[in-house]
């Protein structure tokens, strides 16, 4: 109870000095060398009047004053609690976001290597598939070779003959003489005969 009238003694000290002190300046009324007791005696009313209108304002508005202070007092607690529990409620938001974001860096980490080995694997397949296409184009081309080598080469021997008979051909027309082609003739009809 002391510390509330302390308080408000602290509060309207400021107060009192500052009319005590405009008083004074108004009681002098501007007369040089009046009767110095004269206005000691309407400064004591003067000041008597002011702490009569106090007293009754502190009477009348102490209590609307005191009820509005507890009230502010009450509302800025309750703030105070509201912006506790709202610092509670954002730092398990930041909580929670900040886990999810570790957790979601982690998977991507996890994704990136992924498809990192995977890249190598399918590196892997298509240099073996390109291997495995490159002996397969060697071998079809070894064998189209072969077959072209044979087909020119078979060919060639036809080829080979048929000079072979043309030049047998133009042989015996230059060395057979008209006597030899009859006994060749004659010859081939006797052993036919012989066979039949």
């Known amino acids: ?10 509060t309207l000290l400021p107060v009192f000095l500052t009319l005590l002190a405009s008083a004074a300046l108004a009681s002098s009324g501007g007369e040089s060398g009046g009767d110095a007791a004269g206005q000691w ?24 004053m005191k009820g509005f202070l507890v009230e ?22 930041f909580k929670e976001y900040s886990d999810r ?11 990136a290597e992924m498809i990192k080995a995977q890249g190598v694997a399918e590196r892997e397949k298509i240099i073996e598939s390109a291997k495995n296409s490159s002996e397969k184009m060697k071998e079809d081309a070894k064998a189209r070779m072969e077959q072209e080598y044979n087909k020119a080469s078979k060919k060639l021997r036809i080829e080979a003959a ?16 008209p006597q030899d082609h009859e006994n060749m003739v004659k010859d081939f009809l006797e052993r036919m005969v012989k066979q039949n």
Not at 1 to 10: F, N, R, V
Not at 72 to 87: F, L, N, S, T
């Open 1 to 10: 109870m002391k510390d509330k009238y302390i308080g408000l003694i602290k």
């Open 41 to 64: 005696k309407d400064f004591g009313w003067r000041m008597l009047n002011t702490v009569i209108l106090l007293a009754i304002l502190y009477k009348l508005m102490w209590a609307k």
């Open 72 to 93: 502010r007092r009450e509302a800025i607690k309750g703030q105070m609690d509201q912006a506790e529990v709202a610092k509670a409620e954002a730092e398990d938001k």
């Open 101 to 111: 974001l570790d957790k979601a860096t982690g998977e991507i980490a996890g994704i």
């Open 162 to 177: 048929e000079l072979s008979v043309l030049m047998a051909e133009d042989i015996l027309k230059k060395s057979v003489k």
